[in-house]
């Protein structure tokens, strides 16, 4: 079932809604009757409350939209200046070189994140990624950059 997300017309036309009854018995409520003023005064909360939680909802909208920008911006820091060798990422220096260390591909291709890679408790010849649990060679991920640059 699709999410209704109000629209921002929609939250406009429900404060519209709620000042039209707050004139009425601002100008009438002297000749309403009683059942009258108060169904009418019960619209009007009822409005004013919605259109709050409404607007609520809004902000959570524009705080998770915000957060997703500032993730982007940051990754967009870091996208000129990680490779891929292998399969990990690695940082560049000034020169163009590889340094630090190995981090998880799978997390910086499907969320921007960087993670480093630390070795596996339970068996020293696999690293993993402590965010998503992906697992690579160690032997991999810590001798290439030397084998890249002809360091072996
Ligand atoms: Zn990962």
């Avoid at 929609?10 to 002297?30: D, F, G, M, P, Q």
């Avoid at 959570?60 to 990422?89: H, M, P, R, T, W």
């Avoid at 560049?92 to 921007?112: F, L, M, S, V």
């Avoid at 991999?140 to 890249?148: D, F, N, P, R």
Wanted: charged share 30%.
């Amino acid at each position: 079932m699709a999410e209704h997300v109000t629209t921002i017309p929609e939250l406009l036309s429900n404060v519209e809604t709620a000042a039209k009854i707050a004139r009425i018995l601002h100008e009438k409520y002297l000749v309403l009757e009683a059942g009258d003023l108060n169904s009418k005064f019960s619209d009007l909360v009822s409005i004013l409350n919605s259109t709050k939680t409404d607007i609520s909802e809004f902000q959570n909208v524009i705080n998770g939209k915000n957060k997703q920008i500032s993730d982007l911006e940051f990754a967009l820091k870091f996208k000129d200046k990680l490779v891929c060798i292998g399969d990990a990422y690695y940082e560049i220096d000034g020169n163009g070189r590889p340094t630090g260390h190995a981090c998880c591909i799978k997390c910086w291709e499907n969320t921007y994140k960087k993670r480093t890679l630390v070795v596996k408790t339970d068996d020293a010849e696999v690293k993993i990624c402590p965010t998503c649990g992906q697992t690579y060679s160690r032997a991999e991920t810590q001798l290439i950059k030397k084998k890249k640059f002809g360091f072996l």
